[in-house]
Structure formats: structure tokens, C-alpha cells
């Protein structure tokens, strides 16, 4: 009888996960009685119960139930409960900063309390009544940790300054926590880049990523070999915990097969590590591009004579080679209402103030004219006659020059037609801006482009499908409108308007890509 009851109350159960509340038995009763579930309450995010009970975890609809037990919320007064963990670098700054937007614009008030070196609580309280209404807690520490605080079922949230590892998702797996590599279950709340640092007054004012990461591997170790005086190296980074220090291993050393040196200085903060490089003439460290202090910054360049500098155009665009997304991983468990209100803030047009205001890049699609673009056009034609087709620049300037380009670009893992973390958290933010209207009676054009491994028409063709991938990502995301009745379209011009140098891993992954073009 108890199992067709069950069946019969199926319909207020959901796959669905809440933050954990101390775990004490409950009872949950329909409104005439008929069923009844008994189980221990893991958790109630203010519509819905999360229990463990002789059938399995199951999540219940509140509002089809009666509670009763010691572990039964206050329906009247509700707090809403989040735990948010990982990298320091975005919990000191960053979420404060857009919480306390948040709170402002909802009209709440928002209180920091300390609790100890890594921890402290925000606290929401309504405007009005004083009422508390929800309340934030968050350990700062690194990435590795917040990953294991969620694996732990110790936070809902983690702040990552790297994508997350296998072994990591198949333990998440495992838990029940769902496939955090899904499109939803992770989202790109900032952008930031690893870039190399030097002190001021260094004669040293460039680096390929190659030269760059045999430094980092103790394969060169005199600055006489990098064009500066005859002085040996010190190299210095964040510990081997930070997600900064293992994007540097994923995205600069792993291309060149190389692993980062043993010898290096490691520092706890990016503060401690661009103040110990500033204070040393003869260092160099990577460091976030949000802290660099009063360290130089180095232009990455490369054999044929292109160089790339970091710079928030760059960073968004992905033209800059060592971008580093800012991570939310957030698992296959509903949060409390407030928690989600949160998180759809961080992508409006507000937040994205807040961001930069915070001193990281936002991810506001910014409209580049061709004029703007000097540089690209300027390399492109430099190569004319040797590794590009004249008549293929000439269709180029053509088509796109009536055009502006979005900041907004995709591209691609390393030896794979999957999109990269940045590229799929863009497919949202391009959808959604679709979905609002933002490109209503304009032309929308998905342009592919190639690396120069090959023949130019061999690479335009995978440069053109790459190009109807991405519009074909974008209109499965963009749910609630019919990219039909828009003017959107897809071109192709493979390797004629390169980024980089094609001589190293780094530069052909810059030039594969697809661009958004809008007029």
C-alpha cells in the first residue's frame, strides 16, 4: 500500500538537490492524509523538501505537504541558507562586491561578519521589517578546496579559477551531484588572464609562450638568453593549490609538454607574489591580470612578429592566449529562490559594472569596428603572397567592413570541435541577448576562421563548419525565439586573418575560431 501511495504522490518529487540542513527525521503528510513519507530531512530551500528515505533521495514539493518533526522549517519565517567555497581570488573581492549590488538593487541589506581567516558570512536582512531573509557563508581558501568542500556536500557553490578535473566530475558523479561539465552546471562569472610579470626597470619587455614556459620548467634560467643582462632567473608563482598555478600547468606548460619547476618560489596571495617580483629585479612570476601590483607586464609575442597584450578587449575576445575564465560550479541541486535571483543577477547588465568596477573583465559584448582592428589587418596583409591568398583579404575587407565585431568570439579545445568553457558559457550570454531583442533588425554573421597547419581550402571548409556549429549552439540555447525570422548567416575565410604566430600550440589555438560580425 505504501508503495502505491508513493507512486500516487510521485508527481511532487523532483530530481533536484538543497543546501544540507543537520539531518533529523521528519515526516511529510498530504493534506487529506493519505500519504505519508517518513525520511531524515537533508534539506528545504523554501518550496522544497530534500529527504533520504527507504526509496532513495527524494526532493518533495512543500506546498502538497504538511511537516512535522523537529527538523521542520519555520514556513513564516524562512531564512535562505548558501555555502559558497574555492578561490580566494574571487571570494575577497568579487562576490562581495556583487552581493552587496544585489542586495541593493533588491532591497535588501547586506552585512559582512567575519567569522575566522577564511571564512565569513554575509547576512540579508529586509529593508522594511528588518527581517532576515537569507544568509551567505563562504570559505576563501583556493580552488582545489572548494571542490572538495562540494564533494564533501560542505557548499553549494564553487568558486573556480579553473575548469573542473576529470577525476573531479566522475567523484561528483558518483555523489549524485549530476555532470558538472554540463553547459548548466557551470557558468563563466568573470574573466581574468595569467600574465607574466617582471620589475620595473627590466630591459625585458616581451616573451613567446614557449620561451615562456621553458622559464617556468628551469629550462632557462639567465636573463642574457631572453635578451636582458647576465643575471640568473628567479621564478616565482602562486601555491601549487591556486587555480591560477594549475591553469598555468593546463594552458602555458602542458602545450609544450612540459611540467612547471620545483624550484619555484610559491607565494599564498597574488599580493605576496607580485610584491615579491617587484622587489626583485631579477624575477619573473605570472600573476593574475586583476593584481599586478607595480610589476611590469610582459607583451607575449612569437617568431613571425606578432604580439599580443593583455587588455580587457583582448581578454574577452580570447585573442590574448592565456585568458582565465572565473568559474560558479553549481551542481544538480535546486537552490534556494534567493540563491538562484542571485545568480541570474551576475549576467545582467549591472553586474557586469560591478565587475569591472572590482577590477576584473566583464563579460559585456563590446562592438568593434574594423578600424579598431588595425593590427589584424596589418598582419594579414604582411603574409599576402607567402601563406594567404590575396583575393580571399580582398572578400574579406568586402564583407566585413560595413560590419563591427562583437567581443564575443568562440573557440575550441585543444584538439577537439568542442567549444571551450568561455566559448559555451557565450553561447548562453549571446542567446540570451538574442532572446531580449538586443539584435532585432540586425545581421547577425558567424565567421570561421583557421590556423595555417594545411591547405587554405581545406581550412576554410573546417573554418565554415566550425562557423554552423557554433550558430547551431546558439540557436538550441536560444530557446524562447525563432532565429528563423533573423537576418543570421555564416562565412568562412580559414587562415587569411590570423591572431598569432602559427609556430607554436599557443598561436594556432588563438586562430581557430569563430567570430560574431553585426551591422
Known amino acids: 500500500m505504501m508503495v502505491h501511495r508513493a507512486a500516487r504522490f510521485a508527481a511532487f518529487f523532483m530530481l533536484l538537490f538543497t543546501a544540507p540542513l543537520a539531518a533529523q527525521d521528519v515526516t511529510l503528510t498530504s493534506p487529506d492524509g493519505s500519504v505519508e513519507i517518513n525520511g531524515t530531512l537533508l534539506g528545504f530551500d ?42 580566494a581570488t574571487i571570494g575577497e573581492v568579487l562576490m562581495p562586491a556583487l552581493i552587496e549590488a544585489f542586495a541593493l538593487q533588491a532591497g535588501y541589506i547586506a552585512k559582512r561578519t567575519p567569522v575566522d581567516d577564511t571564512h565569513f558570512k554575509y547576512s540579508l536582512r529586509n529593508k522594511s521589517d528588518q527581517a532576515l531573509v537569507a544568509e551567505f557563508t563562504f570559505r576563501v581558501t583556493n580552488t582545489d578546496e572548494g571542490f572538495g568542500d562540494l564533494l564533501a556536500d560542505e557548499a553549494d557553490i564553487v568558486m573556480s579559477l579553473r575548469e573542473i578535473r576529470l577525476t573531479e566530475n566522475r567523484r561528483a558523479r558518483e555523489a549524485g551531484i549530476g555532470d558538472l561539465t554540463e553547459a548548466n552546471r557551470s557558468r563563466v562569472l568573470a574573466l581574468d588572464a595569467m600574465v607574466p610579470i617582471t620589475a620595473p626597470g627590466n630591459p625585458v619587455d616581451m616573451i613567446s609562450p614557449a620561451a615562456l614556459a621553458r622559464v617556468f620548467a628551469g629550462r632557462v634560467t639567465n636573463w642574457q638568453d631572453l635578451g636582458g643582462p ?36 610559491r607565494h599564498a596571495s597574488n599580493k605576496a607574489l607580485t610584491q615579491a617580483v617587484t622587489d626583485d629585479p631579477f624575477s619573473i612570476g605570472i600573476s593574475s591580470y586583476s593584481e599586478t601590483g607595480n610589476a611590469d607586464v610582459l607583451v607575449l609575442t612569437g617568431a613571425c612578429g606578432f604580439s599580443l597584450r593583455a587588455g580587457r578587449v583582448t581578454i574577452k575576445t580570447e585573442d590574448y592566449p592565456l585568458t582565465a575564465p572565473m568559474f560558479l560550479y553549481i551542481p544538480a541541486r535546486r537552490l534556494p529562490k534567493l540563491a538562484r535571483d542571485f545568480l541570474t543577477y551576475t549576467r545582467s547588465p ?7 568596477r572590482a577590477g576584473f573583465v566583464d563579460q559585456a559584448p563590446e562592438e568593434l569596428s574594423i578600424n579598431q582592428q588595425g593590427d589584424r589587418f596589418a598582419n594579414a596583409i604582411s603574409l ?136
Open 350 to 356: 549591472s553586474a557586469q559594472i560591478v565587475i569591472r
Open 230 to 265: 647576465d643575471a640568473p632567473i628567479s621564478i616565482h608563482l602562486r601555491d601549487s593549490k591556486s587555480g591560477v598555478s594549475q591553469a598555468i600547468q593546463d594552458r602555458l606548460m602542458a602545450p609544450a609538454g612540459l611540467v612547471l619547476d620545483s624550484n619555484i618560489v
Open 46 to 87: 523554501g518550496d522544497f523538501y530534500r529527504l533520504e528515505t527507504i526509496y532513495g533521495e527524494l526532493t518533495v514539493d512543500g506546498s502538497g505537504v504538511n511537516c512535522e518533526g523537529p527538523a521542520c522549517p519555520d514556513l513564516q519565517n524562512y531564512v535562505a541558507e548558501l555555502s559558497v567555497s574555492g578561490s
Open 384 to 519: 599576402i603572397g607567402t601563406e594567404i591568398n590575396l583575393s580571399e583579404v580582398k572578400r574579406l575587407v568586402e564583407v566585413l567592413s560595413p560590419m563591427k565585431r562583437l567581443s564575443t568570439s568562440f573557440r575550441f579545445r585543444t584538439g577537439s570541435s568542442d567549444l571551450d568553457a568561455q566559448s559555451l558559457s557565450n553561447v548562453q550570454q549571446l542567446a540570451r541577448a538574442i532572446e531580449t531583442g538586443v539584435y532585432d533588425e540586425r545581421e547577425i554573421k558567424f565567421v570561421g576562421f583557421s590556423d595555417g597547419q594545411g591547405p587554405s581550402d581545406g581550412n576554410r571548409q573546417i573554418a565554415e563548419r566550425r562557423a554552423q556549429a557554433v550558430l547551431a549552439a546558439v540557436k538550441k540555447a536560444a530557446e524562447t525565439v525563432d532565429l528563423e525570422d533573423l537576418k543570421i548567416s555564416v562565412d568562412a575565410f580559414g587562415e587569411a586573418l590570423p591572431m598569432a604566430c602559427d609556430d607554436s600550440a599557443w598561436g594556432r589555438q588563438v586562430n581557430r575560431r569563430v567570430e560574431v560580425w553585426v551591422r
